[in-house]
């Protein structure tokens, strides 16, 4: 069982789209770029609302679309859920029987998630009886993934869903889809432009830059690969997928497991045994060469240096691996230069800060 | 005081009824082929469909008068398929007033469709509607206030039209004979009264639909919000 697996073409006046999409079975896919780069064209392709667009669409063994055999299913008998950036929720039916046309038209054979399940898990069972009117920007885009959801869809696709949100709202909406791809058994596409959002979110993520996939991967390897620049700039920064294994109440704080070592993190919210993904800002990260001795930094982990960039005329990107877990450093130039970093050498790295995402 | 034939009202009612109905057919798919299609020739369409605005009616009724009789294309080919000629006919009336009347229910549909927007309809679409449930399930409730204003406006205006009505449906008493044209007819021959009294009637009347018009249309808008 595959999941998507795309060739799509698309040409308008002043813009190509060539985009080539595979995704796992399960699990959340993020479409990062800049705004025009391609990233909602191409949802639109995979859910057929381009007619323009040529190439091939698969997703599980189902062929959506076939320039070559000239295969073509229309939008309404692909099984995808799309959940706009607007919400697109019907202003003339309430909650509950936006809910319903789609559950309605869903298609009974393929399996899917009870409609009693999804209004719990995305907290709308006090909404039902409202008018979409009358609905907060977060409560909308609840509604709206709970509406796609019901379409029993083979695959989810996300269109910006918090871009139209303020911060509250992000704040809001944001538990709730992380907790998705915990019980969702289908491929998500998730579109953005927000680095955190996507950190918190993905497992994968396809780099889009002027209508083409400049570049794929697992999450974690292309935040810290030195060649993108995802890894540049201010908010660059690696992420660690953990498990809860100690809450201290006396200090209020809580120790994650990493294959790199403990983690220390302040606060006290999260139970043993949770997974949880942590993001360790570049500059955060700085570099010994010796074994610190008395600091008030409490997360230190051997390391290794795997690879050296520049970043700006005074700064240098340090990739490390420590024992599998990769650290973005940012250090200066002049610091490189005087410790005389270079790749293969055993350095340790001392974490300042550690930030919860998910 | 002595009241006139009661012919003319139901004669008009009937009129204006069966044209709301025809308008409605024949007005939901033009207007909504217009307010979608990038097709270029569109606006010699919008043109045509609009002409009836500013055309003096007896032009629209001479045309149809030709068209209609039995030397016409159309009254033609209805006498080749054994029918009757429609011109002096309730048939031709409505005929007449269909396209006399089109742009009044045309072109609230197609603002109201045009309002609408792709949106809606693609979500409809990722929900698993097809086109024309998408079409019935959300295109017709998003746009009823153009419904509603189409009907009534239609209706409105049929039951004020003279100029066509009398080319081509030539005021004949209790087939033919609509209000409009009997009110001219009673003040031709100096009977005031009768004059008065539908003058009025018809007053009345229009006033009370547009204000009906004008006060549900505001409340279908608030209740579709923001």
């Known amino acids: 069982m595959s999941g998507v697996q795309a060739t799509m073409r698309l040409d308008r006046p002043g813009f190509r789209l060539q985009g080539d999409l595979e995704t796992p079975p399960t699990g959340v896919t993020a479409l990062f770029g800049r705004s025009g780069s391609g990233k909602t064209s191409l949802l639109r392709c995979l859910a057929g609302l381009e007619p323009a667009m040529t190439g091939r669409v698969t997703v599980g063994d189902v062929c959506w679309q076939d320039s070559a055999t000239g295969c073509f299913l229309p939008t309404h008998k692909r099984a995808l859920g799309y959940v706009f950036q607007d919400a697109a929720l019907f202003p003339h039916l309430s909650v509950a029987d936006n809910l319903a046309y789609a559950r309605r038209r869903a298609g009974s054979e393929r399996p899917g998630p009870r409609a009693d399940e999804v209004t719990e898990r995305l907290g709308i069972a006090h909404l039902l009886e409202r008018s979409p009117a009358h609905l907060s920007g977060g409560e909308r885009q609840r509604v709206a993934v709970a509406r796609a959801l019901l379409t029993r869809p083979r695959l989810l696709l996300m269109d910006e869903p918090l871009a139209s949100l303020d911060q509250a709202g992000k704040a809001e909406i944001l538990p709730y889809l992380e907790q998705l791809h915990t019980w969702l058994a289908v491929p998500v596409i998730y579109v953005s432009h927000a680095l955190e959002e996507v950190a918190r979110l993905a497992d994968r993520l396809v780099l889009m830059e002027d209508g083409r996939c400049h570049a794929h991967g697992p999450l974690v390897e292309m935040l810290a690969r030195l060649d993108l620049p995802l890894s540049h700039g201010e908010a660059a920064g690696a992420v660690v997928d953990t498990v809860v294994s100690e809450v201290d109440e006396a200090y209020a704080v809580t120790y994650l497991d990493s294959p790199a070592g403990r983690i220390t993190l302040p606060g006290h919210t999260l139970a043993p045994g949770q997974r949880t993904r942590v993001r360790i800002a570049a500059r955060d990260v700085s570099l010994m060469l010796a074994p610190p001795g008395a600091t008030s930094v409490l997360n230190r982990f051997p390391a290794r240096i795997v690879e050296l960039a520049e970043d700006g005329p005074a700064q240098a990107l340090v990739k490390l691996d420590a024992h599998g877990v990769v650290l973005l450093a940012r250090i200066t130039r002049k610091s490189r230069d005087q410790l005389g970093l270079h790749p293969d050498m055993a350095v340790h790295a001392l974490v300042k800060s550690v930030a919860l995402v998910g | ?226």
């Open chain 2, 1 to 226: 005081m002595h009241w006139p034939e009661l012919a003319p009202l139901w004669i008009t009612l009937r009129l204006a009824a069966t044209t709301t109905v025809v308008l409605l057919c024949v007005g939901t798919p033009l207007a909504w082929w217009l307010a979608r299609t990038r097709f270029r020739g569109r606006v010699l369409i919008e043109a045509l469909v609009a002409l009836p605005l500013v055309l003096p009616p007896t032009v629209l009724g001479f045309y149809l008068l030709i068209a209609l009789g039995p030397h016409g294309p159309l009254g033609a080919l209805m006498q080749a398929l054994g029918g009757p000629t429609l011109a002096f006919t309730f048939t031709g009336l409505v005929i007449g007033s269909t396209l006399y009347s089109l742009p009044f229910a045309v072109q609230p549909l197609q603002r109201a469709f045009e309002a609408v927007g792709q949106r809606p309809l693609e979500a409809a679409a990722t929900l698993g509607a097809g086109p024309l449930d998408r079409f019935l399930t959300v295109a017709v409730p998003q746009a009823r206030s153009g419904f509603l204003s189409a009907m009534t406006l239609g209706f409105a205006h049929t039951v004020g039209e003279f100029g066509v009505v009398l080319m081509i449906g030539g005021n004949i008493p209790g087939r033919t004979q609509v209000l409009s044209v009997a009110i001219y007819d009673h003040v031709e021959a100096l009977n005031y009264t009768a004059a008065h009294i539908w003058s009025a009637a018809l007053l009345v009347f229009s006033f009370l639909v547009l204000a009906a018009v004008y006060r549900i249309d505001r409340r279908l808008k608030g209740a579709l919000g923001p």
